[in-house]
């Protein structure tokens, strides 16, 4: 789930140490190329350079380019799947972006503007992050204003509606704060397939849906309980006409068909020039589950793409992680085409050669270990295009595929972003905040130092080695976690990366400089986890998104329970919070303990202990901590959320025959968006 996507704003304490090729690149590019774009709410839009794309074969510029069309295709599909009104919604607002007759140099029609740009970064009405729904800050007066004087007939009236009636109820579902109020409920006292706006299930409750699959797990008598399919990843469950729950599959001639068959048309043209047998076969396999449904087909493909270590670009494409589905089942949409960085692959080949060394010496209980590592296979890459649930806000790691007995018996692939990792450090640089709360000096120079490299390190641990380590109990599955699968994954993956990066291992594969190196993510860390990434929460507000939730129970578990030995300590400086940690190598002790009992959780498939865990430590937040933090970011202005726009490919022809494609980088967010919509909405 995306239990292999690491979802980090590193501009919080990136503050300028990078490895040599990354000063060369900075060199390079800092002064010519420009990576923010557009601001807004708190939201920063950047760009992405695509490095050593020249040096790439016609035959892959070609592969990426039809990989890549495959990865817009599926645009519409992660917009109704963040909930049913969306693309309604967003075929009105577009409209009105491209018709409207009226005045667009006034406020209102820019705060209108702020809301449609919120719209399509989160692909929906709902916060990418807080799952909470978000409001135009116009009157329903100034929108109605907005809907008479655009384009009538280009609304998406249906039918059996007058256009008077499209107004009211589509101001009604975009306003009103009782309809949809949630994407993801994740109050287990309610019910959280009720509760929750995304599109995974019509007019059933959690009880039925929960009743439907087990009924559907135990009379499966096909089911291998060695190599569990996927149940429900793919389907939307709803009731047919006699009220029985039935599950609706997307594929093609299924829903999201029609986007389905052009992802479809395009994967077909890039296995025409894949660079090898291995990579042709697991893309027509995909084309197979695509047409058929069938997950046991979806772990086929899996098994196939992740034996395919030779090509040079990969991508990912596919119902993929489950995070936005209350019950840690149902998948979005998403997609990452991409190819390797070689100057950078050293440090993650290190990382895989040695990937037995770090599963026998983890802290963890010896029955959680696995035997044998198999097929850990990791790589820095760079990112050519983004889609669905990854676009405009990408992860910067990842690590696939999800099946924990794929994972086992065939092994897995872990990447790091590296040309995103480097855009967000070139974003944010010199953002104030390590001055504003970095506790001295000592800290913020460690940063200066280490900082980068640290940061790198951790991902690549996090992606390549933490999702890929331990193993479940026999007869246990991750849905027995249910809504605290995600955090409790995250929260074991990052404890991994902590544990490990301040181990003399680092120094022997010299993967860090110097042995104070790991001390800046230890930092960066514990502050991040207790203070800094309050900023991305209203006030009052609890944590509700899985990595925050993670980064939360650490930071403040660790604190609680180094209470006696003074591990870490909050210090008021002139009225302010500071957090300092006095002893660095008693942290890692704690990362040790809390790690063997997150590993036990997940091996176990302990539901009480992970809702206690998760909710007494990564849930609530301290009030006035909180409004503190606020406080103090808002005259730093900075956007505590960022994303990417694409870059384009124009394709360079002699007569009928391909001679090159070149890369351009547009840098009009809204003009991206409208070109999208205008070429890639599939969906009615």
């Not at 506790?439 to 999702?467: F, M, P, R, T």
């Not at 993510?521 to 203070?531: A, D, E, S, T």
């Not at 960022?642 to 351009?664: L, R, W």
Request: aromatic share 12%.
């Amino acid at each position: 789930m995306k239990k292999n996507v690491v979802i980090m704003f590193l501009g919080l304490a990136l503050l300028g140490m990078a490895c040599q090729s990354q000063k060369n690149k900075e060199e390079k590019n800092s002064e010519t190329f420009q990576y923010v774009i557009d601001r807004f709410a708190d939201i920063e839009i950047m760009r992405y350079q695509v490095d050593n794309w020249d040096k790439l074969s016609l035959q892959q510029k070609e592969l990426i380019y039809y990989l890549s069309e495959a990865a817009r295709c599926g645009r519409d599909i992660i917009f109704d799947q963040n909930g049913k009104y969306n693309l309604t919604v967003k075929r009105t607002l577009e409209n009105i972006v491209n018709t409207y007759s009226g005045d667009k140099n006034d406020d209102n029609w820019k705060a209108f503007m702020v809301y449609v740009k919120r719209f399509w970064f989160s692909n929906g009405m709902h916060h990418h992050y807080s799952n909470a729904k978000f409001y135009p800050e116009i009157s329903t007066d100034y929108f109605e204003n907005l809907l008479n004087n655009s384009s009538e007939n280009d609304f998406p009236v249906a039918t059996n509606q007058s256009f008077g009636d499209f107004k009211k109820w589509v101001t009604d579902i975009i306003f009103n704060e009782n309809i949809e109020p949630l994407k993801i409920c994740q109050d287990v006292k309610k019910d959280l397939v009720t509760n929750s706006a995304v599109n995974f299930y019509e007019n059933v409750t959690q009880k039925e849906v929960e009743k439907y699959y087990a009924d559907l797990k135990k009379n499966d008598i096909n089911a291998n309980k060695e190599e569990p399919i996927s149940y429900g990843l793919n389907t939307k469950v709803t009731k047919d006409k006699d009220g029985r729950v039935v599950e609706l599959p997307w594929k093609v001639g299924g829903l999201y068909g029609p986007a389905i068959e052009k992802i479809v048309y395009w994967l077909e043209k890039a296995s025409t020039v894949a660079e090898n047998e291995e990579q042709k076969n697991h893309i027509l396999k995909l084309i197979e589950y695509y047409t058929s449904g069938d997950l046991k087909t979806w772990d086929d493909y899996n098994i196939l793409w992740v034996k395919d270590v030779n090509s040079l670009v990969d991508y990912v494409n596919g119902f993929i992680e489950v995070y936005t589905d209350p019950l840690g089942q149902k998948a979005t949409w998403e997609a990452v085409v991409n190819f390797k960085d070689l100057e950078n692959n050293k440090r993650t080949e290190l990382i895989s050669e040695n990937a037995q060394w770090f599963e026998d010496n983890s802290p963890i209980d010896a029955i959680y270990k696995k035997k044998e590592v198999k097929g850990v296979m990791a790589k820095v890459i760079t990112v050519a295009q983004l889609g669905g649930e990854c676009y405009p806000a990408t992860p910067i790691g990842i690590n696939l595929p999800n099946a924990n007995w794929i994972r086992k018996h065939h092994g897995s692939k872990s990447v790091t972003m590296s040309n995103i990792m480097y855009a967000y450090h070139q974003a944010r640089m010199k953002n104030g905040s390590a001055q504003e709360f970095y506790y001295s000096e000592k800290e913020i120079e460690l940063a200066k130092k280490y900082g980068y490299e640290a940061d790198n390190l951790q991902v690549d641990l996090h992606e390549c080695l933490g999702h890929g380590s331990g193993q479940m109990l026999p007869g246990i599955e991750d849905g027995m976690l249910k809504n605290y699968h995600s955090p409790i994954e995250e929260t074991r993956a990052d404890l991994f990366s902590l544990y490990y990066i301040a181990d003399d291992k680092m120094l022997e594969l010299n993967l860090l400089p110097d042995p104070e190196a790991y001390k800046a993510c230890y930092y960066k860390y514990i502050l991040n986890g207790m203070m800094l990434q309050l900023n991305r929460i209203n006030l009052g507000d609890d944590i509700s998104q899985a990595h925050m939730r993670n980064r939360a129970l650490i930071a403040n578990w660790c604190y609680e329970n180094g209470l006696e030995k003074n591990v870490i300590e909050k210090v008021m400086k002139n009225g302010k919070t500071y957090i300092k940690i006095n002893d660095y190598v008693e942290l890692r002790k704690l990362f040790a303990q809390l790690l063997a009992e997150i590993q036990k959780i997940k091996s176990t498939g302990d539901y009480e202990a992970a809702r206690k865990i998760v909710e007494t430590y990564g849930v609530k937040i301290d009030y006035d901590i909180h409004k503190e933090v606020k406080e103090r970011f808002a005259p730093l202005n900075i956007a505590p959320y960022g994303g990417f726009i694409n870059p384009e490919f124009k394709i360079v022809k002699k007569g009928d025959k391909i001679v090159d494609i070149q890369i351009e980088y547009p840098n009009d967010y809204t003009q991206q968006m409208l070109e999208y919509s205008k070429k890639y909405s599939y969906l009615p």
